[in-house]
């Protein structure tokens, strides 16, 4: 997780330290944690070259996270002035969201789950058959899978293609907005007929990224132009999608950081399958139900 997204959460004067609800096993703690620690993976973006390890975690910084932290538009998201987010701020918007998409300990283990499916004649997955020739690969390879990790964590080139698909649009919230150490969510989108789908009763989805506490971004893929839309969300959309944060978190075993505040975080948590053990100003402590 890039420390320069993270500091956007940060709850201190010098951004270095955010609140979390973080994983344990059956037991998820909140308390307050540094952004440093959180924004480390030992060996993420390590892949093998026959006996050597090869790491890209500089070229991810000097060709990814620098450019968008030093861009005009990261200046409007870490300042807050995200009403300021026009058609100019597109280019990087589209590409932070992809690339925070596939650059996790999730995604990477979502790809092998994926492998792991295509290898079992039963799965109900419509896998084609190049898709499950691709998989194979992965699973007799697993260090070519983490190669692939690598190369698409330190490029957004095989997202360029997509581009013109795509249309983004900004959501203010009238709350404060959680993320997750996976911070990009896939999430079930209005059906509309220029969306991008291109397997046989695929559900439509889009990407879902929290900017910061006050701000949404959404991406869609189809034929909609060049669309780009920056307005005020209802409250009820403001609390969905904190759900929904919560819900990812709950759900998925990779993703084992919910940055948030304590703002209704029980009752959220309590909503889903976790019960409330403890309660201090300092910690709150949530035990996952049997």
Request: glycine letters at 4%; proline letters at 7%.
């Amino acid at each position: 997780m890039p420390q320069f997204y993270l500091r956007n959460f940060a709850i201190d004067p010098g951004k270095q330290k955010l609140t979390t609800v973080t994983k344990h096993g059956h037991v998820a703690v909140w308390a307050k944690r540094s952004i440093k620690s959180l924004g480390f993976e030992r060996d993420l973006y390590v892949s093998m070259r026959g006996d050597v390890p090869v790491s890209v975690e500089s070229i991810i910084n000097e060709r990814i996270e620098t450019p968008i932290s030093k861009s005009d538009t990261w200046q409007k998201i870490s300042s807050g002035n995200t009403a300021a987010l026009d058609k100019s701020d597109k280019p990087i918007l589209y590409a932070l969201i992809r690339h925070l998409n596939v650059r996790t300990p999730h995604y990477l283990s979502v790809t092998m789950e994926l492998a792991r499916m295509a290898g079992d004649e039963n799965s109900a997955f419509p896998f084609t058959d190049e898709e499950r020739e691709h998989y194979a690969h992965l699973r007799s390879n697993p260090n070519e899978a983490k190669a692939m990790f690598n190369l698409m964590s330190m490029s957004t080139t095989w997202a360029e293609a997509d581009y013109r698909k795509a249309a983004i649009s900004i959501f203010r919230s009238p709350i404060p907005l959680r993320t997750l150490s996976s911070p990009v969510m896939s999430l079930p989108a209005p059906y509309h007929p220029a969306l991008y789908l291109p397997k046989p009763g695929m559900i439509p989805f889009q990407f879902v990224l929290a900017l910061n506490p006050t701000t949404i971004a959404t991406l869609v893929l189809g034929n909609f132009g060049d669309v780009f839309t920056n307005d005020e969300m209802p409250l009820d959309s403001a609390i969905g999608y904190n759900r929904s944060f919560v819900a990812q978190f709950a759900h998925f075993d990779g993703i084992r950081h919910l940055v948030t505040s304590r703002d209704d975080l029980s009752t959220d948590m309590t909503w889903a399958p976790y019960s409330l053990v403890s309660n201090t100003e300092q910690k709150i402590t949530y035990r996952r139900k049997a």
